[in-house]
């Protein structure tokens, strides 16, 4: 519980017409946890995940980064300074190679008005860097293929691998084992596993076994609201988060 | 190995093009040889659009602004205040007053997206024509203006070529089209030609992985007009004029159907759709005057069973030969 705050919210609102899609939230991600979004469908995760990316503005409330105020930095700005996102919907380069995804992701690292007429392909930092995501995330015997291409669930592990090319410090993952095989479920956890030390990690996730098997935290959100925020046991045996959500013990594991 | 023998396939085809190109003035045909440096001209212009469309996926329907531009810069510098008919500063400064105005231009258009984006570009083409059609002080007329010679390329009373010649004008050009080729070729492949082609493909993500994505789309969108720029001013020295007609939304259209019919982000896709569309065009006009219905019903047929254009004709042909053998 030692690890510094990368990411915090304070009263973080967003609301669509007259739907309170997340209400009031302050939540804090910190180096070194994996902290679990739990929710039935519309609580309200992906929406916080796209406050925390930037990709829709907030109605009222802040984001802060290492406690500097970026509520008002535009998605490639929050990018640029360390926090990386994956997608529920797969959001992919599809006509272009899995290793051009990667390397694309990579590039935007460059300082910009570099290198101006040279071969992007050929520029040995990004395939450093590309050649390392692809093996973490078990996607190097593919790396010339078209990603359009990809089983389904490769696609799931390339939009983890673009997103480590960028060289994050936050990792925002909205649903990364949707989809995945069994093995590939493992694998990725595996991989969360051995992010973690250097990361923090925000998961959203309907695997119940993957989120009580890494996280460190859990918060339960039902409604747009936080329900609870706590451990993982603390939150199995709470009452409240049994009623609102979990419902009876049998049905967990399945859900 | 398949891989090879098309790349080298590809490299002969290019090679004989380009040889035809280069022996072409010596058959003496000024007629040819004058249509040959138009279509060159118009290549350029359609391979600036190509970069837009085909590359960083923005359906600009108002390209001739740039092209017209290009020449009128020419006409006014050169012919209406008679500042300097000299290549070495008309030429640059056509390049510049384009990349200046297309700068401006991309950073209220490229606001806007898809049916809006095409829209707006063409209301900025046509803000431009009436300019040029209206303001006394811009050679405003529906007549344009007619160049009091060509641009003179003498340096210190020295005169390394002379483009009054029409053989002269047609290798000047062509060594223009191969330069903007050769540029477009490092461009593709560069940092910056990367992240375009990325936008195209998926700009959302772009954003998401830290590009800024609308400065690279003014990127695109000045090189393109500046690209445009260029083409416009070898056409007026062609054509020893300019008119407003060269911004008009049918100039403007016609570049389109010239990337569409060569094939869209291909980078001899602009080349190969100007050679086709002026073919197409002469073809068909020497039989009817109606040219424009046959035009469009080729065009129509062309797109409909030839998608990637013209340049996918090789391709296509050796799929069918080989099936029929299989």
């Known amino acids: ?255 | 190995m398949r891989s090879l023998t098309t790349s080298r396939g590809r490299l002969a085809a290019i090679a004989a093009g380009l040889l035809l190109l280069l022996m072409f003035p010596q058959f003496e045909q000024d007629f040819y040889t004058e249509l040959v440096t138009r279509t060159m001209i118009l290549a350029i212009f359609a391979i600036s659009l190509d970069l837009l469309l085909g590359y960083t996926g923005l359906i600009s329907f108002g390209h001739a602004a740039w092209f017209g531009i290009g020449g009128y810069v020419l006409a006014l510098l050169g012919t209406q205040y008679q500042v300097t008919n000299s290549l070495w500063l008309t030429l640059p400064a056509a390049i510049a007053v384009t990349a200046l105005a297309s700068f401006v231009v991309g950073l209220f258009v490229l606001r806007t997206r898809g049916m809006f984006f095409i829209m707006v570009t063409l209301a900025f083409a046509q803000i431009f024509y009436y300019l040029f059609h209206d303001v006394k002080s811009l050679g405003g007329s529906s007549d344009g203006l007619n160049l009091r010679g060509k641009p003179s390329t003498a340096i210190n009373g020295w005169t390394p070529f002379d483009l009054t010649e029409t053989a002269t004008l047609y290798y000047f050009v062509l060594a223009l089209m191969v330069a903007v080729l050769v540029f477009m070729a490092a461009l593709l492949r560069s940092p910056l030609g990367r992240a375009l082609q990325g936008i195209r493909e998926n700009e959302h993500r772009m954003a998401a992985i830290g590009f800024p994505v609308l400065r690279y789309k003014l990127a695109a969108f000045t090189l393109a007009g500046s690209i445009a720029g260029l083409a416009g001013y070898l056409y007026a020295v062609l054509g020893g004029g300019v008119n407003p007609e060269l911004l008009s939304w049918h100039q403007s259209a016609d570049v389109l159907l010239m990337v569409i019919l060569g094939g869209m982000g291909q980078l001899l896709g602009g080349v190969v759709g100007a050679f086709s569309f002026v073919l197409l065009q002469e073809l068909t006009s020497t039989f009817t005057k109606d040219w424009h219905l046959w035009l469009g019903i080729v065009i129509v047929l062309l797109v409909l069973f030839l998608p990637d254009g013209m340049i996918s004709i090789a391709a296509r042909v050796k799929a069918l030969v080989r099936r029929s053998r299989a």
Do not use: W
């Open chain 1, 1 to 255: 519980m030692t690890g510094e705050v990368l990411l915090s919210t304070v009263g973080l609102s967003r609301r669509f017409g007259g739907l309170r899609a997340n209400d009031n939230i302050s939540l804090e991600l910190r180096r070194g946890q994996v902290h679990a979004l739990l929710g039935p469908n519309g609580a309200g995760k992906s929406t916080l995940i796209n406050l925390l990316s930037g990709d829709i503005p907030v109605s009222s409330g802040k984001v802060l980064y290492r406690g500097e105020d970026i509520t008002a930095l535009a998605p490639h700005e929050r990018s640029r300074i360390g926090i990386g996102r994956s997608y529920q919907k797969t959001n992919i380069f599809p006509g272009f190679t899995v290793q051009e995804n990667c390397r694309l992701a990579a590039q935007s690292r460059e300082p910009r008005g570099t290198r101006i007429f040279s071969d992007a392909a050929a520029y040995r930092p990004y395939l450093v860097v590309v050649e390392e995501a692809l093996d973490r995330t078990g996607l190097s015997d593919v790396a010339h293929r078209r990603a359009s291409e990809l089983s389904h669930g490769q696609q799931r592990q390339l939009e983890l691998a673009i997103m480590l090319c960028t060289s994050p410090k936050v990792l925002l993952l909205d649903e990364p084992l949707a989809g995945m095989g069994h093995e590939e479920s493992l694998r990725m956890i595996e991989l969360l596993r051995g992010l973690v030390a250097s990361h923090a990690i925000l998961l959203v996730e309907h695997d119940m076994d993957a989120v009580f098997s890494i996280a460190d935290v859990v918060t339960v959100m039902v409604n747009g609201v936080v329900l609870q925020t706590g451990t993982p046991q603390q939150i199995r045996a709470s009452s409240e988060v049994q009623n609102a959500y979990l419902g009876s013990e049998g049905e967990v594991s399945h859900v």
